[in-house]
């Protein structure tokens, strides 16, 4: 009884420390400042966020990092101490387009030479736009090494967004190797290819539940570790919660669902999406959406918040978290069976969600109406010198150890290959239903360059894998850029067809698109942000076996580069002499 | 019968191969060229050295990296392309003094920056004694990844050593951890600290055998693997044999013996010793040594070479290679028992083979009768912070991120602690067999300064650690010189009296050597090698804590620079504009 009370008491003192905190949140957003300074230091820790132990890189000790919350129009400074003992580090700011500042990208090999042990790198961009973005290592597959955090940009104080809630709550969805990166990568660059495989389990917001009985005793593995207890999200009875979801999965893509609420998808990469409610939101690596939901269920009880893998056969563990009523204990566990997702090889369902994100009435953007350019790009996988590799019309992307941002603009053409890589590939005679014969598979630094402020048309074109009846889903990301998506359809694009079915009229701008199996996607962009900029499969290890293309575009409006990018390959000591 | 004739036809054919070898190796050592060039990359591999699969740095896809063989004399080029994914490295030229180049002594933060990935760093040195030295990362804790190997340096053509031998064969021990250095690494500088244990297994010549038992499934660990079969040394009956010997541990002392075979004493790091004959030899890390055995037992079958852990209580399995007596078959196992070494804890035995050891008549040289300065290295624990460390004169060393040789040289003095650190401890009062108390523990990155061409003695003070009843023994290694060893005594070393004991008739000259628990040894060197260079612990995890020195001399002697050991620190973009 005494306990009871002495529970309850302290429930209402959390109760005002909430809104307290809540009220102090709302002064300082008042008060904003115009610069937002971070210092960041990133480390190895052993941590257990699944319950395994595994060395994680950190920032400020923890993983995800520190949430950056800025309004738009705001100067982000991020001083970054790269803290580990023999690895170099960069970050990269998805979905923020760093005009202006194409150095502050923080793509290793594209936009600056990586932070070796011991350095400060200082990242300053502004988050021009509100929206949900991300960030995460941009180097090796070391954002599987758990460096990575949210973004959030609000809008000025006064305006306000076309609708309505109470709460801001942001949450990341990843999954989780038990292996290091190194191990990951150096299984994917040997001969005989070892292969991934599926991972261990899903985080959401860096917290999942593997089986402990799996593996060798409590010293690696335990169930009871504080570090791995689920996410508890909470939520005021009769409140609504615009919930910002992230995915930096590195090989999954996730069905995602709350029990017993439905979601209104309001946001999509940063733009606002004409409403649609869902059970179940469907997340590719590297896609931010925000949904509304209201707490208007019984109040006496939790409920779950599940993620779970579709577009590949699932053997990962799924993702637990409690979606916490006020105020229920935010460890009681829901009464009834977690909810699954969608069967993970039901297509259709997850094209259908695709097709259903629009812009919103009054806040579309229309795009040019005609393109300058139309590239091809067919998603294939090859084997080259007997290592496999993914590849872009049969090229297979290599990084160079220069960043290009540096070689395009000081031609240094030594540095990468400078023939043009292919447009398309031959449309007339490659069967997409058929492994490929990779006859004339190659590797290559090559990049595209656009014409300044021209309109440039993407078609991702899927196809079989090396395994026979075999197309995965692959999340292409752009940087520097958002793009129209004007259609995704079924089987080989027809150049001559399918461009009168584009949307013209309301499409989606977004940073971050899945191709389906077998299937296209057609994305429209103005190359009108000088620099120099990565585009690719944001599946780690797809990126890391050459899934992946690098544009350029009016690099001559491209002002002095800062000499802190410098420092690796032919920049070693700073610019050549002229 | 058939299968018999034709093993036997094998094993002829496999001998004429081996005198054809042998041939052509007398033949390529008389047309032996002056300058040898070798194209080393690094990268990381799965590979299985004692059954249980780990990532190891290899060179040129091998673990022991390929065994530099030159002259006296000879210059040796390694171009070494680092192809690891996200990580720098560096590799030192372990007992070679580099005279007159400094800059190649391969020890990050001290003669150069990391190499980073995709670039290729050229080491240039010259091996100017004969005799046995090893090569290994130095760099963060990363020698424990496997990236190691020896360097043989023979006489002349037409000079002879003063011992008579057939063959000359090159085995290196080490310890294995099955955690990469990153998680060991990062154990030792965490809150509460977490130490790394003891190595899983022994190598001989990069082969051990784990007890796959104790692991998860073959595919972890699996006892029929290849690359784990036992090293085997093939010989021929009645042949001598020089084995060089060097000891590459991570943490452990070892015994090493040869079932049923003597060995004589002849070579300790680089330098002839009087000969002795050890049925067990102790090598600690970093040590080397020339054995002399001959092929004189029953030649009908194999013998056991293994080695053991002492001074610590071991819990790693022991190292087993097979003494192969030709025409055996190499992997038929002896059929006795392997022998094993003394017991772990009897350190007399190992004071005794350190007292043994002296330089041989006809080859001494004789050390400076007096010195110039003498310096008290007290080799104690601390708790700095939180953290556990190992200190020098209650002063942890910390490395810097701008290389000692460029900041001294170029007078950078921002780049690290300008004070003196402590020439001696508090002598009088401190109690080497109590756990200390850590009153004025710190940790620093300043440097001794000698004067050049002045004779330095070091006296090497051992103590307890932070556990009760616990002296350790450490290796220390010195870079850029040879010493001399003068004496060892058990206790407090008495400044009056102790040095009347010295022997300055004919100490050996040695680059490594042990301070046995509550003991002291004295050395005496020769600041004479223009530089900046580093005096170390070489157990890799105590270094790693801080114990170690670093000693200037002549440093307005030496020469430009070369541009490539910058990029780092306050020279990332080279030498800063006067």
Sequence with gaps: MVDERFQSRKCILKFLALVLFAFLLHVSTVEAAKIRRFKWEAKYEHKSPDCFKKLVITINGRSPGPTISAHQGDTIIVELKNSLLTENLA????????????????????????????????????????????????????????????????????????????????????????????????????????????????LIQGKGKFNCSLSLGTDVCNATNPECSPYGLIVIPGK???????????????????????????E??????????????????????????????????????????????????????????????????????????????????????????????????????????????????????????????????THPHTPYLISVKHNLTQEFDQTPPPNGYDIVNYDIYKKPTNSNATSSNAIYRLDFNSTVDVILQNANTMVTDNSETHPWHLHGHDFWVLGYGDGKFDIYKDPKKYNLVNPIMKNTVPVHPYGWTALRFKADNPGVWAFHCHIESHFYMGMGVVFEEGIERVGVLPKSIMGCGAVKGGLPKP
Tied chains: 1, 2.
């Excluded at 990341?172 to 495989?197: E, N, Q």
């Excluded at 709350?258 to 979601?263: K, L, R, S, V």
Aim: proline share 8%; glycine share 8%.
């Design 91 to 202: 970050i990269h700011w998805h979905g923020i387009r760093q005009i202006g500042t194409p150095w502050s990208d923080g793509t290793e090999g594209v936009s600056q030479c990586p932070i070796m042990p011991g350095e400060t790198f200082t990242y300053k961009f502004v988050v021009d736009r509100p929206g949900t973005y991300l960030y995460h290592a941009h180097y090796g597959m070391q954002r599987d090494s758990g460096i990575y955090g949210s973004i959030r940009v609000s809008l000025p104080d006064g305006e306000s967004e076309p609708y309505a809630y109470d709460y801001d709550r942001s949450i990341i969805l990843t999954d989780w190797y038990h292996k290091s990166f190194h191990d990951l990568a150096t299984g994917l660059s040997s001969i005989p290819f070892v292969w991934v495989k599926e991972p261990q389990s899903l």
């Design 240 to 266: 609504t919660y615009r919930l910002r979801i992230g995915s930096l999965t590195s090989l999954s893509a996730l069905s995602f669902q709350i029990e017993g609420h439905n979601m209104t998808v309001v």
């Design 268 to 397: 999509a990469d940063g733009h606002n999406v004409e409403p649609f409610v869902v059970k179940n939101l469907f997340l590719y690596s590297g896609e931010t959406y925000s949904v509304l939901i209201t707490a208007d269920q019984d109040p006496s009880r939790n409920y779950w918040i599940t993620t779970n893998v579709v577009g590949r056969s699932p053997n990962t563990t799924d993702g637990l978290a409690i979606l916490n009523y006020y105020p229920n204990h935010p460890k009681r566990s829901p009464p009834t069976p977690p909810p699954t997702g969608p069967s993970w090889n039901n297509t259709s369902l997850r094209v259908a969600q695709s097709l259903a994100i629009k812009a919103r009435q009054g806040y579309i953007k229309t795009p040019p109406q005609t393109s300058d350019r139309m590239i091809v790009f067919l998603n294939t996988q090859n084997e080259i010198n007997g290592i496999r590799r993914w590849s872009v019309n049969n090229v297979s992307f």
